[in-house]
């Protein structure tokens, strides 16, 4: 892609958007106050304005990438090993390393099917920015029909990716039963509602996808596709969190036979977030625990250090005690006057309780 690439795409406009003498794109948008201007003519001249902001942005933004990658790279060869010149780089530029690293994965993606031949360098123009990133996340299977469409001069949105992609995931997946596929093809079932419900049911293991495939066999339509749907993100939730809970190592509980049982009763749902939020506690707590004591540590190490000769120190350590105390106490934020306190037992203490 060259700068002439650019030049293409506002040829392609003309009448929209022309270019100064200084290589600017100067954009002849309609009058927003005129009533001459039919609305459908008004919606159409600000459609073509918008696609050549898009692809101009698209083709700034896989150079930008490349130049990063170019910068990067040298850095690497002949830098301290440790990239502070790449930082540098980017810092003068006002550019954060998360922004540098997401162009270098545009211009690696452009790169790839560029060299794969899924696209030539004039096809880019047929994709929006989000599009494109859209196709080059998506199986090598998806970019070819992809790029097939683009060739053919169709424009490229993110919605167009999504729906192939869902086709594509939809007639060669092996999670689905034939009667389904059948009804996709012959477009009786949506595709859109199979894609999400196959990516849901390959994060379970085979045992919990067979139930869901005879259920959708026998009631192959929209409204069970939905809630097996559904089904199938509880059950990855509960799978995914129930390991992760610390309060669930107990011999005497059989988590599948639990799940079992909130499948029966129809609260599945409520059980799988319950273990989330479980997972998420404990995640807190531990975090909470290791906070405090380095709170504590600090607390004590600028006692030490501190005295009278800085009252004010002192006043604000006394401030935080509150939080660095055995009780922890804060206000809760939103709830008026009301206060939250937690109690962090020593080791002893612990240990004490658990035995009486």
């Not at 029966?264 to 290791?290: D, F, H, P, V």
Request: hydrophobic share 35%.
């Amino acid at each position: 892609m060259q700068a002439k690439d650019i030049s293409n795409v506002v040829q392609m406009r003309r009448g929209t958007v022309s270019q100064d003498e200084n290589g600017l794109l100067n954009f002849h948008l309609p009058n927003p106050e005129d009533e001459k201007i039919p609305e459908t003519e008004f919606q159409n001249r600000i459609e073509q304005a918008w696609l050549v902001c898009d692809r101009v942005n698209l083709q700034t933004d896989i150079w930008r990438g490349r130049i990063l990658r170019t910068v990067r790279d040298r850095e690497k060869f002949y830098g301290d090993g440790r990239g502070t010149g790449f930082l540098n780089w980017l810092k003068d530029r006002e550019i954060s390393k998360s922004q540098a690293y997401s162009l270098i994965e545009l211009a690696n993606s452009a790169d790839k099917l560029l060299e794969g031949g899924y696209l030539e360098p004039e096809d880019v123009n047929q994709f929006s920015k989000r599009a494109f990133v859209e196709t080059a996340k998506s199986d090598p299977e998806v970019q070819q029909l992809v790029s097939d469409a683009a060739r053919k001069g169709d424009r490229i949105t993110r919605r167009e990716v999504r729906q192939l992609s869902d086709e594509w995931t939809a007639m060669t997946t092996d999670l689905l039963p034939t009667t389904v596929k059948e009804k996709a093809a012959d477009h009786t079932i949506p595709t859109r509602y199979l894609a999400p419900l196959v990516r849901e049911m390959k994060k379970l293991p085979a045992v919990h996808q067979e139930p869901i495939r005879r259920a959708i066999a026998e009631s192959p339509d929209v409204d069970t596709l939905k809630q097996a749907t559904a089904e199938a993100r509880y059950l990855a939730k509960y799978l995914e969190a129930a390991h992760k809970v610390q309060a669930l190592n107990n011999e005497s509980l059989n988590l599948e036979l639990a799940l079992e049982e909130a499948l029966r009763i129809g609260c599945l749902s409520s059980t799988a977030e319950l273990i989330n939020q479980s997972a998420q506690l404990e995640q807190t707590a531990t975090k909470l625990y290791l906070t405090w004591k380095r709170l504590n540590a600090l607390s004590e190490r600028l006692y030490l250090d501190s005295g009278a000769s800085t009252p004010h120190l002192r006043t604000l350590l006394s401030c935080l005690g509150h939080l660095s105390g055995e009780t922890i106490e804060t206000p809760l934020a939103g709830g008026g006057d009301r206060t939250i306190r937690l109690k962090v037992l020593s080791g002893v203490e612990a240990d004490e309780r658990a035995e009486m």
